[in-house]
């Protein structure tokens, strides 16, 4: 069973940056599992914003290209998501996602707010 913490969310003025991480537990394989980071705002439905597999390919949301890098530390257990000039339509809980042959696992997510 893994587990996934997130942390860095917060609030945030538009055109600024904010880092998230995700930190797992409970898996030897860490370095095995596809992840992700999700985000659902208010009133709509949970949308992917990238992935990186476990060889480091990454594929990211149209609305975030050039603006998020989801990166992965193995030796860490930790995936990250660096946001940069963050825009008010990018306010949502994001969530990190692990996933490895079926197994699919989800952190309780974090607030991330982008308001003047």
């Known amino acids: 069973q893994v587990q996934l913490v997130e942390s860095g969310g917060g609030l945030v003025q538009p055109g600024g940056s904010l880092r998230l991480s995700c930190a797992a537990s409970?898996?030897?394989?860490?370095?095995?599992?596809?992840l992700g980071w999700y985000r659902q705002a208010p009133g709509k439905q949970r949308e992917l914003v990238a992935q990186?597999?476990?060889?480091?390919?990454?594929n990211y949301a149209d609305s975030v290209k050039g603006r998020f890098t989801i990166s992965r530390d193995n030796a860490k257990n930790t995936v990250y998501l660096q946001m940069n000039s963050l825009k008010p339509e990018d306010t949502a809980v994001y969530y990190c996602?692990?996933?490895?042959?079926?197994?699919?696992?989800w952190g309780q997510g974090t607030q991330v707010t982008v308001s003047s």
């Open positions: 996602n692990a996933g490895l042959e079926g197994d699919d696992y």
């Open positions: 409970g898996s030897m394989f860490f370095s095995m599992y596809a």
């Open positions: 990186i597999t476990s060889g480091g390919n990454t």
